[in-house]
């Protein structure tokens, strides 16, 4: 039994931490105790601890996107259920990026296209689709030359789609090319 220095209460030591630079090898607080004082300190600090890590992160943008990947793909479920999570709770930015799509995919499939070109586009959807299902891997159709691309805008016609996998395809995100 010990007794934390703060609530002086007399506790197993299971109810400490144990610590090589404090005498008898626990912490003098309880964690609970030391739990509640962590958390006052960083408090306190928030700002200056958050300044710190910005400074970092923009001083080492690869190790910080490193570091991001990393814990990407320790936490895949994590990861997914955070992603999954944060479009339930934002129903509204992802229609509206959806539909910002869609809009833009309306504005660039040129009238002249012809019934035959019309049937080609969902052909390469319905090989999307299939691909899919064969593969038990998620395709996407990808436009070549993005929609709406930085530099450069494509047209939704049958020679600038490919069907590709889905990692593939948000890894190429809005660039030219796979």
């Known amino acids: 039994m010990k007794t934390c220095t703060k609530c002086n209460q007399e506790k197993p030591f299971t109810e400490f931490y144990t610590s090589k630079t404090h005498k008898g090898g626990y912490h003098c607080y309880c964690k609970p105790c030391e739990s509640e004082r962590s958390k006052t300190k960083n408090a306190i600090n928030r700002e200056r601890r958050l300044a710190k890590a ?9 190790k910080a996107n490193g570091a991001i990947k990393a814990w990407q793909e320790r936490n895949k479920e994590r990861y997914a259920k955070l992603i999954a999570d944060w479009a339930t709770n934002n129903r509204d930015k992802v229609n509206a990026k959806w ?14 296209l012809t019934d035959e070109m019309k049937r080609q586009i969902e052909v390469e959807y319905s090989l999307a689709n299939w691909c899919s299902n064969v593969m038990n891997e998620s395709y996407h159709v990808d436009h070549i030359v993005p929609l709406q691309g930085k530099t450069v805008s494509g047209l939704h016609v049958p020679w600038n789609l490919q069907v590709i ?3 593939v395809n948000q890894r190429k995100s809005n660039k030219v090319g796979a």
């Open 165 to 167: 996998p889905a990692k």
């Open 54 to 62: 910005k400074e970092w992160r923009e001083s080492n943008p690869d």
């Open 99 to 112: 539909m910002q799509r869609e809009a833009g995919k309306k504005k660039r499939t040129p009238q002249w």
